[in-house]
Protein backbone atom coordinates (compact mmCIF):
# COMPACT_ATOMS: atom_id res chain seq x y z
CA UNK A 1 0.00 0.00 0.00
CA UNK A 2 1.36 3.38 -0.89
CA UNK A 3 1.31 6.52 0.69
CA UNK A 4 -1.80 7.54 -0.81
CA UNK A 5 -3.59 4.78 0.17
CA UNK A 6 -2.56 4.91 3.90
CA UNK A 7 -4.39 8.12 3.97
CA UNK A 8 -6.76 7.21 2.39
CA UNK A 9 -7.73 3.34 3.77
CA UNK A 10 -11.72 3.76 4.14
CA UNK A 11 -12.22 4.96 0.10
CA UNK A 12 -14.41 2.62 -1.73
CA UNK A 13 -13.54 0.91 -5.05
CA UNK A 14 -15.22 2.92 -7.65
CA UNK A 15 -17.70 1.44 -10.18
CA UNK A 16 -15.57 2.08 -13.38
CA UNK A 17 -12.04 1.70 -13.45
CA UNK A 18 -9.32 2.04 -16.32
CA UNK A 19 -7.79 -1.28 -17.32
CA UNK A 20 -4.24 -0.97 -16.60
CA UNK A 21 -3.38 -2.33 -19.89
CA UNK A 22 -5.23 -0.39 -22.56
CA UNK A 23 -6.70 2.61 -20.51
CA UNK A 24 -10.45 1.69 -21.40
CA UNK A 25 -13.14 2.79 -18.59
CA UNK A 26 -14.41 -0.80 -17.32
CA UNK A 27 -17.25 -1.31 -15.40
CA UNK A 28 -16.85 -3.93 -12.18
CA UNK A 29 -18.71 -6.88 -13.89
CA UNK A 30 -16.52 -6.43 -17.34
CA UNK A 31 -13.13 -6.37 -15.84
CA UNK A 32 -13.21 -10.09 -15.52
CA UNK A 33 -14.07 -10.45 -19.22
CA UNK A 34 -12.54 -7.71 -20.46
CA UNK A 35 -10.36 -8.58 -23.17
CA UNK A 36 -7.99 -5.69 -25.08
CA UNK A 37 -8.14 -3.54 -28.10
CA UNK A 38 -5.10 -4.23 -30.11
CA UNK A 39 -5.33 -0.64 -31.56
CA UNK A 40 -6.73 1.09 -28.25
CA UNK A 41 -3.87 -1.22 -26.65
CA UNK A 42 -1.00 0.61 -28.89
CA UNK A 43 -2.41 3.92 -28.50
CA UNK A 44 -2.01 4.03 -24.76
CA UNK A 45 1.29 2.21 -24.87
CA UNK A 46 2.54 4.46 -26.94
CA UNK A 47 0.71 7.35 -24.57
CA UNK A 48 2.53 6.80 -21.72
CA UNK A 49 5.53 6.25 -23.83
CA UNK A 50 5.09 9.66 -25.10
CA UNK A 51 7.81 11.87 -22.92
CA UNK A 52 10.44 9.31 -24.32
CA UNK A 53 9.77 9.07 -27.83
CA UNK A 54 9.44 12.96 -27.58
CA UNK A 55 13.17 13.35 -26.50
CA UNK A 56 14.40 10.73 -28.64
CA UNK A 57 15.16 12.61 -31.34
CA UNK A 58 16.87 15.14 -29.94
CA UNK A 59 18.59 12.80 -27.56
CA UNK A 60 19.90 10.78 -31.38
CA UNK A 61 20.83 14.44 -32.66
CA UNK A 62 22.55 15.19 -29.10
CA UNK A 63 24.77 11.90 -29.40
CA UNK A 64 25.35 12.47 -33.34
CA UNK A 65 26.88 16.25 -32.82
CA UNK A 66 29.23 14.16 -29.87
CA UNK A 67 33.12 13.50 -31.19
CA UNK A 68 31.75 9.96 -30.35
CA UNK A 69 28.80 10.32 -32.88
CA UNK A 70 30.84 12.45 -35.26
CA UNK A 71 33.03 9.66 -35.34
CA UNK A 72 30.22 7.04 -35.71
CA UNK A 73 28.98 8.97 -38.50
CA UNK A 74 32.20 9.35 -40.17
CA UNK A 75 32.90 5.56 -39.49
CA UNK A 76 29.81 4.56 -41.07
CA UNK A 77 29.86 6.50 -43.96
CA UNK A 78 33.19 5.18 -44.98
CA UNK A 79 31.61 1.93 -44.63
CA UNK A 80 28.80 2.44 -46.71
CA UNK B 1 -43.34 24.23 -20.32
CA UNK B 2 -41.09 21.34 -18.30
CA UNK B 3 -40.82 19.46 -22.22
CA UNK B 4 -38.93 22.94 -23.24
CA UNK B 5 -37.50 23.35 -20.05
CA UNK B 6 -36.08 19.35 -20.12
CA UNK B 7 -35.26 19.74 -23.90
CA UNK B 8 -32.92 23.17 -22.94
CA UNK B 9 -30.83 21.97 -20.61
CA UNK B 10 -30.10 18.39 -22.56
CA UNK B 11 -29.10 20.69 -25.54
CA UNK B 12 -26.46 22.06 -23.37
CA UNK B 13 -25.00 18.88 -22.20
CA UNK B 14 -25.03 17.52 -26.01
CA UNK B 15 -24.46 20.83 -27.93
CA UNK B 16 -22.01 22.58 -25.48
CA UNK B 17 -20.05 19.32 -23.45
CA UNK B 18 -20.50 17.08 -26.31
CA UNK B 19 -19.49 18.99 -29.51
CA UNK B 20 -17.48 21.35 -27.84
CA UNK B 21 -19.83 24.61 -29.19
CA UNK B 22 -19.42 27.06 -26.44
CA UNK B 23 -21.36 29.22 -28.45
CA UNK B 24 -24.77 27.61 -27.86
CA UNK B 25 -24.03 28.45 -24.32
CA UNK B 26 -25.36 33.01 -25.20
CA UNK B 27 -28.32 31.22 -26.67
CA UNK B 28 -28.84 28.60 -23.95
CA UNK B 29 -28.10 30.47 -20.13
CA UNK B 30 -28.51 33.74 -18.94
CA UNK B 31 -25.54 36.16 -19.18
CA UNK B 32 -25.85 36.67 -15.09
CA UNK B 33 -25.60 32.73 -15.38
CA UNK B 34 -24.51 31.08 -11.45
CA UNK B 35 -22.81 27.85 -11.69
CA UNK B 36 -22.01 25.82 -9.06
CA UNK B 37 -19.99 22.90 -9.75
CA UNK B 38 -18.75 20.73 -6.31
CA UNK B 39 -15.61 20.29 -7.96
CA UNK B 40 -14.56 24.07 -7.50
CA UNK B 41 -14.48 25.80 -4.58
CA UNK B 42 -17.30 28.55 -5.12
CA UNK B 43 -20.02 29.56 -7.38
CA UNK B 44 -18.79 30.66 -10.92
CA UNK B 45 -20.68 33.94 -12.11
CA UNK B 46 -21.34 34.56 -16.02
CA UNK B 47 -21.63 33.43 -19.09
CA UNK B 48 -17.96 33.28 -19.34
CA UNK B 49 -17.13 31.78 -16.53
CA UNK B 50 -19.41 29.02 -17.57
CA UNK B 51 -17.79 28.68 -20.72
CA UNK B 52 -14.35 28.42 -19.18
CA UNK B 53 -15.81 25.84 -17.12
CA UNK B 54 -16.98 23.66 -19.79
CA UNK B 55 -13.61 24.33 -21.71
CA UNK B 56 -11.53 23.02 -19.10
CA UNK B 57 -13.58 19.81 -18.57
CA UNK B 58 -13.12 19.17 -22.76
CA UNK B 59 -9.67 19.99 -22.71
CA UNK B 60 -8.86 17.41 -20.10
CA UNK B 61 -11.24 14.78 -21.50
CA UNK B 62 -11.21 15.99 -25.47
CA UNK B 63 -13.38 13.26 -26.45
CA UNK B 64 -15.99 13.56 -23.25
CA UNK B 65 -19.54 12.40 -23.78
CA UNK B 66 -22.57 13.14 -21.69
CA UNK B 67 -25.11 10.53 -21.65
CA UNK B 68 -28.81 11.72 -20.24
CA UNK B 69 -29.98 9.11 -18.19
CA UNK B 70 -32.76 10.83 -16.49
CA UNK B 71 -34.85 13.94 -16.44
CA UNK B 72 -37.47 15.15 -14.53
CA UNK B 73 -39.12 19.13 -14.70
CA UNK B 74 -41.25 20.60 -11.91
CA UNK B 75 -42.16 24.46 -12.38
CA UNK B 76 -38.63 26.55 -12.90
CA UNK B 77 -36.13 23.45 -12.67
CA UNK B 78 -34.81 20.54 -14.68
CA UNK B 79 -32.95 17.63 -13.01
CA UNK B 80 -30.81 16.17 -15.03
CA UNK B 81 -29.01 12.70 -13.95
CA UNK B 82 -25.89 12.03 -16.27
CA UNK B 83 -23.02 9.62 -17.26
CA UNK B 84 -20.17 11.29 -18.55
CA UNK B 85 -17.08 9.20 -20.19
CA UNK B 86 -13.71 10.40 -21.77
CA UNK B 87 -10.22 9.94 -21.84
CA UNK B 88 -7.97 12.34 -19.90
CA UNK B 89 -6.18 13.49 -22.71
CA UNK B 90 -4.88 16.92 -21.88
CA UNK B 91 -4.40 18.70 -18.32
CA UNK B 92 -7.28 18.93 -15.87
CA UNK B 93 -7.33 20.39 -12.90
CA UNK B 94 -3.47 20.30 -12.20
CA UNK B 95 -3.58 16.75 -13.60
CA UNK B 96 -1.00 16.08 -17.11
CA UNK B 97 -2.83 13.71 -19.27
CA UNK B 98 -2.77 9.86 -18.10
CA UNK B 99 -4.41 8.24 -21.21
CA UNK B 100 -6.74 6.62 -19.07
CA UNK B 101 -10.17 6.79 -19.97
CA UNK B 102 -13.37 7.76 -17.06
CA UNK B 103 -16.36 7.07 -16.21
CA UNK B 104 -18.30 9.32 -14.09
CA UNK B 105 -21.86 9.67 -12.94
CA UNK B 106 -23.49 13.23 -11.45
CA UNK B 107 -26.42 15.37 -11.57
CA UNK B 108 -27.58 19.02 -12.43
CA UNK B 109 -30.52 21.15 -11.18
CA UNK B 110 -31.17 23.86 -13.94
CA UNK B 111 -33.16 26.67 -12.98
CA UNK B 112 -34.55 28.72 -16.15
CA UNK B 113 -36.45 31.95 -16.16
CA UNK B 114 -37.88 33.60 -19.67
CA UNK B 115 -36.17 30.29 -21.25
CA UNK B 116 -32.71 30.59 -19.90
CA UNK B 117 -31.01 28.89 -17.24
CA UNK B 118 -29.89 31.35 -15.00
CA UNK B 119 -28.67 29.29 -12.13
CA UNK B 120 -27.15 25.81 -12.49
CA UNK B 121 -25.65 23.19 -9.57
CA UNK B 122 -23.86 19.95 -10.33
CA UNK B 123 -22.74 17.32 -8.14
CA UNK B 124 -20.90 14.72 -9.47
CA UNK B 125 -18.49 11.92 -8.78
CA UNK B 126 -15.11 14.02 -8.37
CA UNK B 127 -13.47 11.07 -6.35
CA UNK B 128 -14.52 8.70 -8.63
CA UNK B 129 -12.90 10.40 -11.36
CA UNK B 130 -9.39 11.00 -9.14
CA UNK B 131 -9.71 7.42 -8.47
CA UNK B 132 -9.94 6.24 -12.02
CA UNK B 133 -7.01 8.82 -12.75
CA UNK B 134 -4.69 7.47 -10.29
CA UNK B 135 -4.41 10.72 -8.32
CA UNK B 136 -6.89 9.12 -5.33
CA UNK B 137 -5.86 5.31 -4.59
CA UNK B 138 -8.76 3.08 -5.38
CA UNK B 139 -8.87 0.45 -2.82
CA UNK B 140 -9.28 -3.57 -4.30
CA UNK B 141 -12.62 -4.68 -2.73
CA UNK B 142 -12.37 -7.60 -0.25
Given at each position: MN?????FPSLPQPRFMPCPECGESLDLDARVSHECD?????????????DEIEALEPQ???YLASP???FELWYAARNR | MSAENKALARRFFL???NDGNLSVIDELA???????????PGPMVGIDAVKAAVAGYRTGFPDLQITIDEQVAEGDRVVTRWSARGTHGGDLMGMP?????ATVTGMTIDRLENGRIVETRTNWDTLGMLQQLGTVPALATA
Open positions: VLASMEARWADYQLFQLRIASRGR | EAFAPEIVNHDSAMATGKQ
